[in-house]
């Protein structure tokens, strides 16, 4: 599955690299935007607060109306930047409550975790470091959130409890895609931010977990799988047969001159 997963998202980038493209340009301007205006009240910190918290709100209404056009591109379907922009208007209201909460979560540990580990007592390190894992949990099960609900379509408060139920039944998948986000991100700093970005790094959590859910439609389908071990046994090779038979396979020709292959 995490073959797959890997070379399906290589050919979804690689095919719409023009809209990752320019949806990352769209950010990159609204964040230069938003840095030219810190940078000039920089003196004066409420109003440097509110725009921070304000920059969240904005890229993360960015980010989520790409989500749509990820589900589409992660479903095989095609996908167009006028659609992107028509997708802005429906992400506001969850854009501004997921802003918020990493915001909050953000303030909280910048405040919490230095205070607790200031203490210098057992008491102190030890409150630090579980207010640490629990904003590392936190983080780990929130990069689902935007997949969940670009794909599910589920209202704040289910996608945000169904991330963490994601979470705590996939550990392992969720800390591979820390590291490959990780491996995305140093591609971005490479092309200062143009590709992949934040566009594509979307795309591969729509990606991941749309082949994971695979998994729930086929312990839905058989409730007689109670062991854990059982649970644990997902046949991927019969789950992701059409969708390998619609990735197909591609030869390094293909990439460069896609009409000669």
Partial sequence: MYLFFIKKNFFDGWDNMLLLFIVNLVMLAAVAVLLTLIYAVRNVMPL????????????????????????????????????????????????????MLLGAIAAASYVCIPFYFAQQSMIGVFLG????????????????????????????????????????????????????????????????????????????????????????????????LTAAKERRRIPWDELLRDDKELAGSRSFKSFIFPWKD
């Fill in 48 to 99: 440097v607060i509110a725009l921070i918290v304000a920059s969240g709100m904005i890229m993360s209404l960015f980010v989520f109306a790409f989500g749509y056009s990820a589900a589409n591109i992660a479903n095989f379907e095609s996908a167009h930047i006028a659609d992107y922009f028509k997708a802005i208007p429906r992400c506001i209201k969850d854009a501004l409550f997921f802003g």
């Fill in 129 to 224: 470091a579980m207010f640490t894992w629990l904003v590392v949990f936190t983080l780990l099960a929130l990069q689902w959130f935007v997949a969940l609900r670009s794909l599910l379509h589920d209202n704040f408060k289910k996608c945000l409890k169904k991330c963490f139920l994601i979470f705590f039944d996939n550990v392992g998948f969720s800390v591979f895609m820390v590291f490959y986000t990780a491996v995305l991100v140093a591609i971005s700093v490479f092309t200062m931010g143009t590709i992949p970005s934040a566009s594509g790094i979307t795309l591969a959590r729509v990606n991941a977990l749309r082949l994971r859910l695979y998994k729930y439609d086929y312990l839905d389908a058989h409730r007689e």
